[in-house]
């Protein structure tokens, strides 16, 4: 009787050995070490502003993302930003995060993301419960569209109101920004010189309203896919071009066959790197 207990706890160790063994993700710093979650949040609650650059299908990001606001707020005021939401759509999101629109009515009045309600909505309903200001930071879809077929200047022909919803003319843009430049390649000859314009757009527009709804004293935590922050470029170019005084910290999610070493590749595309098992689940 005794052996065959020692021998369930041998097997029930074993088992818990392999679960440990086997994590959704792992956390390494810029430099492809590894690093506590909990460090993580100490160094974030130190800075303006927090992009975290989500790859918008992966769970582990979804997740994190409201893990890592929920434990900033403890600490800190804090005002929360989405590309996920454009900015003529602010007055919607502002009626439901004051209880003066339902969900349904939200979805009916906003141009919701089709994995809003498993993803982005958790983020949203947090900021409705406590208080928190909510900004939908990116420009309409349908501009970035114009730009991208002909150019900045196509921005010219937006009324006054329209205008309203993206960055202030003109668009600051530096053609040889690295993401920009990658950009182009990889889309393998079949890119247009207009293609990164309409990415910059987006990203002047995010920042610009970042800036507008950041509060002095409070951290500023933005949600948007990770091409527009890795390499501290994209956003982080325009709000250090604006605010170059602004305290900035990015993180990203990556994705490996291998998580236990951070890959040279992936080394640098942020302060804090979530490495996910490649394997991961798909939200879609």
């Known amino acids: 009787m005794k052996k065959h207990l020692l021998l369930i706890l041998s097997l029930f160790m074993l088992f818990l050995s392999y679960a440990q063994n086997k994590p ?24 303006d502003i927090v992009l975290i650059g989500e790859s918008h299908n992966n769970p582990i990001s979804h997740w994190m993302e409201l893990e890592i606001t929920k434990d900033c707020k403890q600490q800190r005021n804090l005002v929360m930003g989405a590309e996920m939401f454009e900015q003529d759509n602010q007055p919607a999101l502002d009626l439901y995060l004051q209880g003066k629109l339902s969900a349904k009515g939200l979805d009916s009045s906003a141009r919701l993301w089709k994995n809003y309600t498993t993803d982005y909505a958790p983020l949203v309903n947090f900021a409705k ?12 879809r349908r501009f970035a569209a114009m730009v991208s077929k002909s150019g900045f200047q196509v921005l010219d022909t937006l009324s006054e109101t329209e205008k309203k919803w993206i960055a202030p003319l003109p668009i600051a843009y530096d053609a040889d920004l690295p993401g920009y430049k990658k950009m182009l390649t990889m889309m393998e000859g079949h890119g247009t010189a207009n293609m990164p314009k309409a990415q910059a757009l987006k990203d002047a527009t995010m920042a610009y309203f970042i800036l507008k709804y950041y509060v002095p004293g409070s951290l500023f935590i933005h949600y948007n896919g990770s091409f527009h922050s890795q390499d501290h470029d994209g956003i982080v170019w325009h709000l250090k071009h604006s605010k170059p005084d602004l305290k900035i910290v990015t993180v990203t999610t990556v994705s490996q066959k291998e998580m236990k070493n951070l890959l040279d590749e992936n080394k640098n595309k942020a302060d804090y790197i979530i490495c996910v098992d490649e394997d991961m689940t798909n939200t879609y």
Not at 27 to 45: E, F, H, N, P, Q
Not at 129 to 135: R, S, Y
């Open 129 to 140: 419960e406590n208080n928190i200001v909510f900004a939908a930071s990116n420009t309409p």
């Open 24 to 47: 959704a993700y792992i956390l390494y710093d810029i430099k492809g070490k590894k690093v506590s979650y909990k460090k993580m949040i100490k160094t974030l609650l130190k800075n």
